[in-house]
């Protein structure tokens, strides 16, 4: 069964220091990796997504995004940080073959600070 | 512009009271979600329908209820079975393909009074 896991209900970052939300999946097949991003009483909007390729994902923002096959991680970074950067923080997957649903990970609080 | 509108914002409902929280969207997506979204628990699938005239019940299907009468709209109706209504209710569509992500509503935010 596919499988997403955030490992950190929190993130605190000091603001233009790096960050990083980590993202591991499991599935049987190849994955499909996705991020979210949310503000509060917000719907999710679509920072960046995995299909194949290049390794490193450039998205929305200033955000990328590193696949890892052997550490079946896909974890969200950002070289700078930004006060506005604070919000919450959705890991999906889905697998190559199954065009059903995405299956989303507990998500991950970014907070930002001056 | 194309998207995905739910509304309203903010609903009340009084104990015992069925209430329905409206989505459409103008995308053209064949597939509409619905999701739970209570604080610290992410989100929980309620239902989801790939087709017109056809949904299949998530994870916390018991106390709602959805129809897909048209390709553009997929309501969800909060029924007094539902022993904890109040949280936020999120939306979204998507092409039915494995590369594509969802696009989301702004959501509803239920509270029951």
């Known amino acids: 069964a596919q499988s997403v896991a955030q490992p950190e209900d929190q993130v605190n970052v000091a603001e233009g220091n790096p960050l990083t939300v980590k993202c591991t999946y499991s599935?049987?097949?190849?994955?499909?990796l996705f991020w979210y991003v949310q503000y509060p009483n917000r719907g999710l909007q679509f920072l960046l997504k995995?299909?194949?390729?290049?390794?490193l994902v450039k998205g929305s923002y200033g955000f990328e995004a590193e696949f890892n096959k052997s550490q079946t991680s896909f974890h969200l970074k950002k070289p700078s940080a930004l006060v506005s950067d604070s919000a919450l923080y959705f890991c999906?997957?889905?697998?190559?073959?199954?065009?059903?649903?995405?299956?989303f990970g507990q998500g991950t609080e970014l907070s930002v600070k001056p | 512009d194309g998207g995905i509108t739910q509304s309203p914002k903010y609903l009340f409902r009084k104990e015992g009271q069925n209430v329905t929280l409206s989505c459409e969207q103008n995308?053209?997506?064949?597939?509409m979600y619905w999701y739970r979204q209570d604080p610290g628990q992410g989100l929980r699938l309620i239902y989801y329908?790939?087709?017109?005239?056809?949904?299949q019940k998530g994870d916390i299907a018991e106390g709602y209820s959805v129809s897909r009468e048209k390709k553009e709209s997929f309501p969800l109706t909060v029924t007094s079975a539902q022993k904890n209504p109040t949280a936020f209710y999120l939306c979204?569509?998507?092409?039915?393909?494995?590369?594509?992500?969802?696009?989301f509503g702004s959501g509803t935010r239920l509270t029951v009074v």
């Open positions: 979204a569509s998507s092409i039915v393909g494995a590369n594509y992500g969802y696009t």
């Open positions: 599935v049987s097949g190849n994955p499909y």
């Open positions: 995995y299909i194949t390729g290049d390794n």
């Open positions: 999906a997957v889905r697998e190559y073959n199954q065009g059903g649903k995405l299956i």
């Open positions: 995308l053209n997506h064949d597939a």
């Open positions: 329908s790939q087709i017109v005239n056809d949904f």
